[in-house]
């Protein structure tokens, strides 16, 4: 399942805590990812902000560099980090140090904080709670057929597309743009699984669309989808037509194009999901579309 919570973890100690990180994919398919600098973890983050959804501290974390001694020093710098640049990011303390868990300053800052061991049930808990209250973890919710599979930066551009259609930003012509990048995308993928026998080069989306619209690839592209893909390609493909289209879009004479044109999207992603993994499966409509590609040149050259 890809639908994970995904959670920076930074503390130099993680290697003695992998029952922790276990316990955490077990019990609330969360996904701690382990650095031993604030730096490096928040650095990290900062690199595909839309990816990771919380960050754990450790109350004595180093700073910048192995080479340090633990402190709440690093701490300090995280929590001011995440405040200036990163409000988005959810943080959650934690701590083994009996010096901390005693220290009437510590918890006069730091009001909320967990015990290592003890807590870590209540951590896990609140994690998730605040997760699933965030804007884009609702939406991944709302939307299981693509995102409990789809991962990296397509899922991100795909999340952003949802994001349109969400806020109803039905005159958002810069949508095709996006659906353009996650058809490049489709392509590349349906190449190399074996059903598209042509090899996608970034310029041949439409040579791309007419051979998985053959009537005789029909049994593994239903129509339906082969009337999305070539109503996808058809708008979101670069040229003078896509002026038009964007001014249709932008003057309000096409309100409902952009929300049909993201369904049709989210419609061909779920079959692309749908499609067989079994190797021999696999081979069988390598094999279909391969012949159909040796026909099409036969009769081309003809």
Not at 60 to 69: A, P, R, T
Not at 133 to 152: A, D, H, T, V
Not at 174 to 181: A, E, G, L, M, S
Request: with cysteine.
């Amino acid at each position: 399942m890809s639908n994970s919570y995904h959670i920076l973890w930074i503390d130099d100690e993680w290697e003695e805590m992998t029952s922790f990180q276990k316990f955490c994919k077990l019990h609330y398919n969360m996904e701690l990812t382990p650095f031993k600098t604030q730096k490096e973890g928040l650095d990290t983050y900062a690199k595909n902000p839309t990816f990771w959804e919380a960050v754990i501290l450790d109350a004595k974390v180093l700073n910048e560099s192995e080479q340090e001694v633990a402190s709440v020093a690093g701490l300090q710098n995280a929590v001011m980090r995440i405040k200036e640049e990163f409000k988005e990011l959810p943080y959650f303390i934690s701590t083994g140090q009996p010096d901390l868990l005693s220290d009437q300053m510590f918890k006069t800052i730091y009001k909320v904080f967990y015990e290592k061991g003890t807590d870590d049930e209540k951590l896990c808990d609140d994690i998730i709670q605040t997760i699933n209250e965030q804007p884009n973890r609702i939406i991944k919710n709302k939307y299981p057929e693509i995102f409990s599979w789809l991962e990296g930066t397509i899922a991100d551009e795909v999340l952003s597309i949802i994001k349109i259609y969400e806020n109803r930003e039905f005159a958002n012509a810069d949508t095709f743009n996006k659906v353009r990048k996650v058809l490049d995308w489709i392509m590349s993928y349906l190449y190399d699984y074996g059903l598209l026998a042509i090899k996608f080069n970034g310029a041949n989306l439409n040579e791309c669309s007419k051979f998985l619209g053959h009537q005789k690839l029909q049994d593994i592209v239903p129509v339906h989808i082969q009337r999305h893909l070539y109503s996808l390609v058809s708008i979101a493909n670069e040229g003078s037509h896509r002026q038009h289209i964007d001014e249709e879009v932008k003057t309000n004479k096409a309100p409902f194009l952009v929300a049909s044109t993201i369904f049709e999207l989210l419609n061909v992603l779920t079959w692309l999901h749908q499609l067989p993994n079994d190797t021999e499966e696999k081979q069988t409509i390598e094999k279909l579309a391969g012949n159909l590609a040796f026909d099409l040149i036969n009769r081309n050259n003809k």
